[in-house]
């Protein structure tokens, strides 16, 4: 999905009645990763606090967008998959570069986006750099944030080495979101993660150097827990190094009261010039990565929508309008207009619950007499929950698997780039889109022409546009009954 633009097609900032509109027409609705709870599940305060979060809600990153500010580009760790030149891949996707900015630059980026993209809820600081040791950058722009949008939740992403020191701040300045990225509890398969790492100007290496991360890490956590700080922990999947010993991550950061855990596959690249990029260490299949997490499923609560954003991505989860907002094309002073935030917040309060019963009748339509072989569906979407996207725009599809017993968002696959370009097929991309689909059953999709649709057909993967703009979860209950019943019946022309 290239992401949810509701109101991309207007010059003028749009009304209450205009977000409605492309609410609608766009579909508004639900999704997948992050806790998958909705209001009935949590207690009322926990709930309060991620409805709005796109990345500790499933829910909420069909509604809301984050942004992230590149304030803090200081690091106190050398990590095997990061090269600082292309940002910090603990929670960023590597290999690009964000423009570093001063707190007050960050402050009028922030008040541009929120006058701009009604849908922002959260700001964020996701490298390069750890947000918790280059504190006092950190600090400075979330003081002005807050000063200026009261209402923006204030998340930070961070190694854990420094954060001990950082916790009673953290809880002063109400952020509520911090993400610990830990990627081992045995200092052994750390020492193959970080070659050094360093503490009051004195750097470590080896087994050495991982026990005190490791011990710092777990330090952290449970202040933050003792705080009632919601923590997610971002662990980077690495073949043949931690992938097996995730479980136990897994099991001991729930010990700890994490909220959530979200395994990222590593993306290694010798372009990147970091170790791992340069020794050939490859990153895991969205196979291993898939059964990694289902041997997880009992553990923390897994995040699965994470899209390895950028350090200063801007918009919905998925999309990045990042390069709408660089530091030139803001304006030298600009003040903050909450109404067109508030409207949406309302908009959304009322969309939210026509989304949860169309997920009520989702579950009700799904035949729980169908046997319990599942299949694998993939969504074009633009957000709002609903399949609104054409197959020709989708750089990448939603994918949820459906069996009798219900349906499950297990995650995004992503294609180089969309199949429709300046009004023609290219079929090169196409042939990236079916190699990403790889193991999906079907499609379904706002629109497709014949001729994707035969070549998909071709390759063992139907493509469907009989539930243009649907909710996603009831489309997928009516096809799934359909296929799982009797397969050779859902076959469409
Ligand atoms: Fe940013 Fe991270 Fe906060 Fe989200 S992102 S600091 S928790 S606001 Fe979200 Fe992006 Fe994944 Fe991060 S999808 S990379 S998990
Ligand atoms: Fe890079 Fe982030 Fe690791 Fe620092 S913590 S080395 S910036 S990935």
């Given amino acids: 999905m290239a992401g949810f633009v509701p ?95 001063t707190p007050e630059e960050a402050l009028r980026k922030v008040i541009a986006v929120a006058n701009d993209v009604p849908q922002l ?149 010798p372009a990147h010039g970091t170790h ?41 989860l998925g999309e990045d309008r990042g390069q709408e907002f660089t530091r030139a094309s803001l304006p030298a002073t600009v003040a903050y207009e909450p109404s067109k935030r508030e409207d949406y917040r309302q908009l959304v309060a009322s969309e939210r619950g026509a989304y949860a019963d169309a997920k009520a009748r989702a579950d009700r339509d799904l035949d729980a007499s169908l046997n319990s072989e599942s299949i694998l569906v993939a969504v074009a979407t633009k957000g709002g929950g609903r399949i609104n996207e054409h197959f020709g725009h989708a750089r990448e599809f939603l994918v949820y698997e459906a069996c009798g017993n219900g349906i499950r968002f297990v995650g995004h696959r992503r294609s180089s780039d969309a199949y429709c370009r300046g009004g023609l097929g290219d079929d090169a991309s196409l042939e990236g889109t079916i190699a990403a689909l790889k193991g999906v059953e079907a499609v379904l999709c706002a629109k497709i022409g014949q001729c994707p649709r035969d070549t998909l057909a071709k390759a063992g993967i139907d493509v469907s546009d009989e539930w243009a703009f649907d909710y996603i979860e009831t489309a997928i209950a009516e096809f799934a009954t359909r296929r799982l019943r009797a397969p050779m019946a859902a076959k469409r022309a």
């Fill in 7 to 101: 109101f991309d097609h207007l010059e003028r900032a749009p009304s209450v009645s205009d977000m409605r509109a492309s609410l609608r027409s766009q579909g508004c609705g639900a999704s997948a990763c992050g806790s998958d709870e909705t209001a009935g599940d949590l207690p009322p305060e926990v709930w309060n606090r991620i409805k709005d979060h796109p990345c500790y809600s499933e829910e909420a990153h069909h509604y809301f967008a984050r942004m992230h500010v590149a304030v803090a580009p200081a690091c106190n760790i050398q990590c095997n998959y990061c090269n600082r030149k292309y940002d910090c891949a603990n929670e960023s996707r590597p290999g690009v570069v964000s423009e570093r900015l």
């Fill in 276 to 316: 791992f990029g340069l020794v050939g260490q490859r990153g895991p299949t969205p196979a291993e990565l898939m059964r990694l997490q289902g041997a997880c499923e009992s553990g923390t609560k897994l995040m699965r929508h994470c899209r390895q954003c950028r350090a200063d991505a801007v918009g919905l």
């Fill in 121 to 269: 809820s959260v700001l964020g600081i996701a490298g390069p750099g750890d947000a918790c040791h280059d504190w006092k950058r950190t600090r400075a722009t979330f003081d002005l944030v807050r000063a200026a949008i009261p209402d923006i939740k204030l998340c930070i992403s961070t190694n854990g080495l420094a954060l001990p020191e950082r916790v009673d701040e953290l809880v002063e300045m109400n952020v509520d979101h911090v993400t610990i990225t830990i990627n081992m509890v045995d200092p052994e398969i750390g020492a193959k993660i970080y070659p050094w790492i360093a503490i009051d100007r004195r750097r470590y290496t080896g087994v050495e150097a991982s026990r005190l991360l490791h011990e710092r890490q777990m330090l952290g956590l449970e202040m933050l827990i003792a705080r009632g700080i919601l923590v997610k922990v971002n662990s980077v999947m690495i073949p043949g190094i931690n992938d097996e010993h995730l479980e136990i991550v897994n099991a001991e950061v729930k010990k700890r009261g994490a909220f959530l855990h979200n395994i990222m596959p590593l993306i290694s690249d």
